[in-house]
């Protein structure tokens, strides 16, 4: 459980990046002025302990609400190990209230500082990303891409297909044009990869899993139809490996744009969305598909970048072949 984007834009939002100690107040965000990149010097600190064993870490809350926006203050690091250093001056009421008082400092010297706009952002990609379980995603869709048969269980269907219709149904926030495509590419991809593998797939024994039929394989021998059938088949497993590393791809390129663009921390202690690919026999290869940024730059300026798929999908790499 890691701190979500949304209580990290309510949290640096409300406190104007300003630590919220009164007797400091500096401000934890720099510009540098060699790049223009944003230095942040500012602490998410839990005001009940992340652990029941820390500071202030006896409470009935929860792991996930501890790492709640109601839960943290922001502090610089300074005021951060002072404040966990004596917890005895600093107890749970008192930091609580510290904070209401920063904020109603902020809004009433600095005027609105957090953005509603954004902050609906927030609330956005932290939903997506549950919807699409980033953190299962390996599990989830590597078998699409399984040199044996390629399978996907029911309940990552049912899933997916009610990720897409969250996307389509959307009304999405102003601004972040760019991630509002991506996202809504991620849809397209979706939709393209759930009506292509049940062109021709059917339940296993149990019901559990989805697999992608050998149809190929007929019951009385023709050899067109069977050449036929096999390329076809062929290509419709070629088409859904494809699918699947750009998806991935598209779903890597959202977290690097959502870092950029709203939550610098975003995803840092879970990484990238990988795929395990089998190998030789008994070897598994992890792999972590995303864009050149040659290929990210395209991305952006196209106007319909789900249609370019078609165009650009036999050169992106790495690219699995049947
Ligand atoms: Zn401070």
Same mark, same amino acid.
């Given at each position: ?7 990290r ?17 500096r ?8 790049n ?23 409470s ?24 966990d250093k ?6 749970? $009421?008192?930091? *609580?209230d510290? @904070? &209401?008082?920063h904020?109603?400092? +902020?809004?009433?010297t600095?005027?609105? =500082? %957090?953005?509603p ?5 927030a609330?956005l ?10 953190d299962t ?19 990552t269907e ?28 991620i ?17 296993d024994?149990? $019901?559990a899993? *989805?697999?992608? @039929? &050998?149809?190929?394989?007929?019951? +009385? ?5 069977? =050449? %036929?059938?096999?390329s076809?088949?062929k290509?419709?497993?070629?088409y859904?490996?494809d ?8 779903v ?16 840092d202690e ?15 290869d992890?792999?972590v ?8 730059s ?13 165009k ?11």
């Amino acid at each position: 459980m890691a701190i979500s984007t949304l209580s990290r834009k309510l949290l640096w939002g409300r406190a104007a990046s300003h630590c919220a100690m009164p007797s400091c107040r500096r401000t934890l965000a720099h510009q540098s002025g060699l790049n223009g990149d944003a230095v942040l010097i500012g602490e998410e600190a839990h005001i009940v302990a992340k652990s029941p064993d820390g500071p202030r870490g006896e409470s009935p809350l929860s792991p996930e609400q501890r790492d709640e926006y109601s839960n943290l203050i922001l502090l610089c690091p300074t005021d951060h190990a002072l404040i966990d250093k004596a917890p005895e001056d600093f107890s749970v $009421g008192f930091l *609580l209230d510290m @904070k &209401a008082k920063h904020e109603a400092w +902020v809004k009433g010297t600095l005027g609105a =500082a %957090s953005n509603p706009a954004d902050e609906k952002w927030a609330a956005l990609v932290d939903d997506l990303t549950a919807r699409l379980s980033l953190d299962t995603w390996h599990k989830d869709v590597s078998a699409v891409l399984s040199g044996g048969e390629a399978s996907m269980s029911v309940s990552t269907e049912e899933r997916l297909r009610a990720c897409l219709h969250w996307i389509a149904t959307r009304p999405w926030p102003k601004g972040h044009d760019d991630l509002r495509q991506l996202i809504e590419t991620i849809g397209h991809l979706i939709n393209e990869l759930l009506s292509t593998f049940s062109q021709h797939s059917d339940r296993d024994r149990l $019901g559990a899993r *989805l697999r992608f @039929k &050998a149809f190929y394989k007929i019951p +009385v021998w023709d050899d067109d139809l069977y =050449a %036929s059938l096999l390329s076809e088949y062929k290509e419709g497993r070629q088409y859904l490996a494809d699918l699947v590393l750009e998806l991935t791809r598209y779903v890597n390129l959202f977290s690097d744009v959502v870092r950029d663009e709203l939550d610098p921390e975003f995803r840092d202690e879970e990484g990238y969305a990988t795929l395990i690919i089998e190998g030789d026999i008994l070897r598994f290869d992890t792999y972590v598909p995303r864009f050149t940024q040659e290929e990210a730059s395209v991305i952006s300026k196209s106007l319909n970048p789900f249609q370019d798929f078609a165009k650009h999908r036999s050169a992106r790499a790495p690219r699995f072949s049947w």
